[in-house]
């Protein structure tokens, strides 16, 4: 049963380890809690809305529908006052640089940073 005092995000999703970060945001995987299904939840950092980057990151994946781009499941806004957001995708097991490398598109060496 969900924690009546639990925000938006812990009522649907519980978070596991940080997969990655960015300049204004990091993200984390998780499970959804109704479904079971993992997903990867990318938190926006406040300071990205200075920079007009969170509407124009959130406008581009609610709008774009191509087979290469990964799907906008959600956006909830976890923390109006501070204005953080989190974005929900659905998880995969390979990021873009494990997959490049699978396909040959990065040498074996190329750095991981």
Known sequence: ???????PLEKKYTLKDETGTGAFSQVYQAVCNATGRAKAVKFLDP???K?????????????????????LE??????????????VFPA??????????L???FPLDFPNE
């Open 47 to 49: 300071k990205a809305v």
């Open 103 to 105: 396909r040959r598109g």
């Open 51 to 71: 920079f007009g980057s969170e509407s124009v990151e959130v406008e581009l994946l609610r709008t774009c529908s191509h087979p290469n781009v990964i799907a």
């Open 1 to 7: 049963m969900a924690n009546q005092s639990a925000g």
């Open 74 to 87: 959600e956006v909830l806004h976890i923390d109006p006052r501070r204005a953080k957001t989190a974005l």
């Open 92 to 101: 995969f097991d390979l990021d873009l640089r494990r997959l490049l490398r």
